[in-house]
Antibody, heavy 120, light 107 residues
Framework: EVQLVESGGGLVQPGGSLRLSCAAS????????MSWVRQAPGKGLECVSV???????YYADSVKGRFAISRDNAKNTVWLQMNSLRAEDTAVYYC??????????????WGQGILVTVSS | DIQMTQSPSTLSASVGDRVAITCRAS??????LAWYQQKPGKAPNLLIY???SLESGVTSRFSGSGSGTEFTLTISSLQPDDFATYYC?????????FGQGTRLEIK
């Protein structure tokens, strides 16, 4: 059974940084494409970043240059480094396993989510 | 960017009803569309991919159809567990985009 467990969220001031982690079990992170999808309070879903099998990455325009996705194969973990945080980054962040069976991915396994609040 | 528009935004229905949710893309996306169910405080759950393929483990009461720019998620014989919010997602071109959601509530 695939399990994805996010951690590292919390309250941060505007301009600050946080690093989210996603610990995986039941799948090998190095053999899969992984992503972060966020959901602002009461709002819809936004794909923030994807890391593909060959380490190619994708970032939404809203976070490009501020966020960085990476993985630690030894720890079977995916990271999201978030810098220069803004109030509009406030959201629940979900780690999700990605299936690439077309031009782009969809998401078949999700973590429980972690809340990031950017506020002074 | 491809805009995904779902209708209706809210749908009231009763247990046993058959309901349909529509998702329209602003440009053609072939059949590169997925549907998710989300319950309050929980992560989304994949229901359908490639417009009409049922994800493993998902009840066959859910079905998807459509291609190009218009897609439908149909739930036959609603059960209490089906009352949730549903999202469509296109994976034809960047940026990956989701619909705004359809909240299915008990009448």
């Amino acid at each position: 059974e695939v399990q994805l467990v996010e951690s590292g969220g919390g309250l941060v001031q505007p301009g600050g940084s946080l690093r989210l982690s996603c610990a995986a079990s039941g799948l090998i992170v190095s053999s899969n494409s992984m992503s972060w999808v966020r959901q602002a309070p009461g709002k819809g879903l936004e794909c923030v970043s994807v890391i593909y099998g060959g380490d190619a990455t994708y970032y939404a325009d809203s976070v490009k240059g501020r966020f960085a996705i990476s993985r630690d194969n030894a720890k079977n973990t995916v990271w999201l480094q978030m810098n220069s945080l803004r109030a509009e980054d406030t959201a629940v962040y979900y780690c999700a396993r990605v299936i690439v069976a077309g031009p782009l991915p969809y998401f078949d396994n999700w973590g429980q989510g972690i809340l990031v609040t950017v506020s002074s | 960017d491809i805009q995904m528009t779902q209708s209706p935004s809210t749908l009231s229905a009763s247990v046993g009803d058959r309901v349909a949710i529509t998702c329209r893309a602003s440009q053609t996306i072939s059949t590169w569309l997925a549907w998710y169910q989300q319950k309050p405080g929980k992560a989304p759950n994949l229901l359908i991919y490639k417009a009409s393929s049922l994800e493993s483990g998902v009840t066959s009461r859910f079905s998807g159809s459509g291609s190009g720019t218009e897609f439908t998620l149909t739930i036959s014989s609603l059960q209490p567990d089906d009352f949730a919010t549903y999202y469509c997602q296109q994976y034809n071109s960047y940026p990956i985009t989701f619909g705004q959601g359809t909240r299915l509530e008990i009448k």
